[in-house]
């Protein structure tokens, strides 16, 4: 087992990974931005060290700053968290350069599965459903005009290096194909310096379920059942369950088996995360693979009992896995607390929180790194807590969330509970008719 980690991140999840290392026995070390010195990641932390001002080229995505902060305090592995170095191939490799663990895929696996047109066609060869599309990058706008045509529209344009909805266009109409061509290639370039473009069948009403896998470094891999994420907007998650309420017994051990299947024909190390497209038939079509821990982890460790970092870390000390295949025994709900007004459009909403106090309870989890009198600086992503509720069944979970949602007070900034509030008593919702399109026709009623 490592002597101290590293966490190479901030906020709720640098402290969910304090949390566990603390329980573990394993001495930890923070990083901070000089907007994050007064972060309680930095207070539970057993060393802190400020590795740059509050931009994150300059922090949180300063690779040698991070190595750096690693040597002088003899840190012997880095968990990366979720986003910022996450997945960043180069990071993996320099850290392996400097004898110090990635808690995290290689940088081959990275950079395998990074890639969407890549991890694409690897999971082709694996044997895993793909939605029909090109066959790699499409070069020109006249080869993506011809694919469009013989599969029939609508299609879907996104960016090879894309995330977070970048680079992704739906086109209904082959009118419509080449101005959201060049949209499409000029926000990728714009923002990931790579306007390489692929195509897709669009599936419509789609699911976004997705299935968390793990894997040691003995090629074996497990699955431990699957979340829905399907209510989105703008392609950023809102809450999430599991299990899905769409999923029958079947199709989860199709899908389990295809998420296996993939890991271990990659060889894949680590917690990691295959998302599927489901259309209404119960098709599933792999759409990427995230190979880090997910914001949504712990409705998974809810309902099967489970500590997934604490996993990830004896995964990376070399601790083989036990191999079985977990399935949800419970239902949990996770709904994202962001700083943002939605009643203005989910616009973000930094500042100081003036009052805070957070729900309890039976079943009811509460993740997140704010406090009173903590100001939530404009440089980072909005989400301040993860709120989840479990129960025996997914209408019991919801009651429950309704209660801790009603309980949940912070003043001072903005926020997406009433959102959330009025989300538990939609009908759609509440029968579980639900799809990525969701937030389409969802309306916010009254009045902030």
Known sequence: MFKKILIANRGEIALRVIRTCREIGVKTVAVYSTADAESLHVRFADEAVCIGPPSSTDSYLNMQAILAAAEITNADAIHPGYGFLAENAKFSKLCEEHGIKFIGATDEMISRMGDKASARETMKAAGVPTIPGSEGILETFEECEKLADEMGFPVMLKATAGGGGKGMRAVWDRKDLKELWDGARQEAFACFGNDGMYLEKLIEEP?????????????????????????????????????????????RK?????????????????????????????????????????????????????????????????????????????????????????????????????????????????????????????????MIAKLITTAQTREEAISKMRRALDEFVIEGVKTTIPFHRQLMDNADYLSGNYTTKFMEDFVLEGKE
Request: charged share 25%.
């Open 254 to 382: 199709k899908m389990g088996e295809a998420a296996v299947k993939a890991a271990e024909y990659i060889k894949y190390e680590g917690a990691g995360t295959v998302e599927f497209l489901v259309d209404k038939h119960k098709n599933f079509y792999f759409m990427e693979m995230n190979t880090r821990i997910q914001v949504e982890h712990p409705i998974t460790e809810q309902v099967i009992d489970y500590d997934l970092i604490y996993e990830q870390i004896k995964v990376a000390a070399g601790v083989p896995i036990s191999g079985k295949n977990y399935l949800p025994k419970l239902h949990s709900i996770e709904c994202r607390i962001n700083a943002e007004d939605p009643f203005n459009g989910f616009r973000p909403s930094p500042g100081k929180i003036t009052v805070l106090h957070t729900p309890g309870g039976h079943g009811v989890r509460v993740d997140s790194h704010v406090y009173a009198g903590y100001t939530i600086p404009p440089n980072y992503d909005s």
């Open 207 to 251: 699911r976004h379920i997705e299935i968390q896998v793990i894997g040691d470094s003995f090629g074996k891999a497990c699955h431990l059942s699957e979340r829905d994420c399907s209510i989105q907007r703008r392609h950023q998650k809102l809450t999430e369950e599991a299990p899905s309420p769409f999923m029958t017994v079947a199709l």
